[in-house]
């Protein structure tokens, strides 16, 4: 149910691949730029529609756009925390970021869904930790009942990869 890969995510053929958004929902660098510029405009124009009712995407929260021209169906915009030391209840954002897009994902019927290693890029969060909070956040999900057969995390860097495999014991 849990899988690992090296790679990108943009390239998934799933039915949602999940987006390290920032509060703006309107693209930025990272992943968040590779998804929109192999997306499309039809990604960012579901975004600022969004964006016109809720003003802004909260850290932690998740909200679900076409994938455009992207292998997969459906983005499942978040936010994670920006890393500041850890006195900031970085790590319960983290955690809700997780389960938000997991719970969207859940009510919208998708099956399979790839997450990036949120907030581990230009948010600063420390990669071990993260990775914890990923795995136990999904693990624990996958317990309970739930629309969802498979989760992906999608490695882009070897460092997150290591410490996935090392975690999923793989
Ligand atoms: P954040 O602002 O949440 O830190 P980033 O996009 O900077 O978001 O980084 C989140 C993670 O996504 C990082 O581990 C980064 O290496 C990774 N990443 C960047 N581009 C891609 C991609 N095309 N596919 C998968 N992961 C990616």
Known sequence: MIKVINGDITKLTVDAIVNAANSSCLGGGGVDGAIHKAGGPE?????????????????????????GNL???????????????GN???????????????KLADQKNIKTIAF??????????????????AIDTVRNYLKNPTNIEEVIFVC????????YKELLAL
């Open 43 to 67: 990604i960012l124009k579901e975004c600022r529609k969004i964006i016109e009712k809720i003003r802004y995407l909260q850290p932690g929260n998740a909200v679900i756009t076409t994938g």
């Open 71 to 85: 292998p997969a169906k459906f983005v499942i915009h978040t936010v994670g925390p920006v890393w500041k030391g």
């Open 88 to 102: 900031f209840r970085e790590e319960f954002i983290l955690k809700s970021a997780y389960l938000s897009a997991l």
């Open 116 to 133: 990036p290693n949120i907030s581990t890029g230009i948010f600063g969060f420390p990669k071990y930790i993260a990775a914890e909070i």
């Open 156 to 163: 882009f860097d070897e460092e997150n990869y290591r410490i």
